[in-house]
């Protein structure tokens, strides 16, 4: 009817809802519970630090490479100013990093493969390490994210300029702001 021709639907591929299911089964494991545990001692520092980079009563904050990459402190913070401080809050940002890192293999569907894409996909989400720190709120999963996007990025800057796309220069932005982000997450 009219609504339909006025709001299409996006057509979106049977691979695609496979990868948003993935991706979604991903976001709840690492958010059920986040805020049971108390911070551990490296978290305690990191939120407590954010905290006082939002002008709460405390020392300045001020970057010292003994706590790694000011990236952290601010997202960290960005997510007290949204949901309030809390373990919670202090965690969601390693849960975003620990997320987007499981929809990275989607970058290298045309070099692994569907079905391989897919278990790469599976893997970085219910694998316990990348699960355990995805929910640790420390810089190891921005880093892992960063370090691979630039991995991914560089595979398809020289898979896109072999085959000729014009747009082949884009992927080189995206390695450019990879490693950009990664060193802000390290020291």
Known sequence: ????RAFPLPHLSADALVMAGI???????????????????????????AWYLMGRPGPEYHYDPMMHG??????????????????????????????????VPWLLRRQ????QTFALMAMLSLSPIPLYFSRFAREDMQFALFTFLM???????IADH??????????????????GMAYAAKE
């Open 1 to 4: 009817g009219p609504l339909a």
């Open 23 to 49: 991706l979604i089964v991903s976001l709840i494991i690492r958010l059920i519970g986040l805020g049971d545990r108390p911070l551990h001692h490296d978290e305690s520092l990191h939120a407590t630090y």
């Open 151 to 157: 991995v991914a990025t560089i595979i398809r800057y």
């Open 112 to 115: 692994l493969g569907r079905w």
């Open 70 to 103: 000011p990236l952290q402190f601010h997202m960290m913070a960005f997510f007290y100013y949204i949901f309030g401080s809390s373990p919670f809050a202090a965690r969601l940002w390693s849960v975003t990093c620990g997320t987007a890192l499981v929809a």
């Open 162 to 179: 072999a085959d000729g796309s014009a747009y082949y220069y884009r992927w080189l932005y995206l390695f450019g702001f990879s490693t």
